[in-house]
């Protein structure tokens, strides 16, 4: 989906009402269409997550079946998220670093 030329793209605070639901297409699109990863950024912080769709093959699943719960607030009843382990993070990184490199020297349109 392209945004409209001039027009920045929608945030997920913004309350035009159409930003949220665009939002959840794009996001679709790029995790259960593509089973591709994403990043979401807090604005107000700066701080950035990044978000890898897990795969079903054997590396990934036991990569999930290490993954730790965490919680991100301090407050007794704060929601655990899943994260990966340090190791596990910078194997998708490099993982996607080489896909990027290849698909470079492949060329445009390729």
Request: proline share 6%; net charge negative; hydrophobic share 45%.
């Amino acid at each position: 989906m392209r945004h409209n030329e001039g027009m920045p793209a929608p945030r997920i605070g913004d309350t035009h009402p159409r930003a949220a639901q665009v939002h959840l297409d794009l996001l679709r699109r790029a995790t259960v269409d593509r089973r591709s990863s994403f990043n979401v950024i807090h604005l107000a912080t700066m701080l950035r997550v990044d978000v890898f769709v897990l795969k079903q093959r054997e590396y990934d699943l036991l990569a999930f079946s290490r993954a730790a719960p965490v919680a991100l607030e301090e407050e007794p009843a704060a929601r655990l998220y899943l994260l990966s382990s340090p190791e596990d993070t910078v194997l998708d990184k490099l993982e996607l670093l080489d896909q990027a490199l290849a698909e470079a020297a492949a060329g445009p349109g390729s």
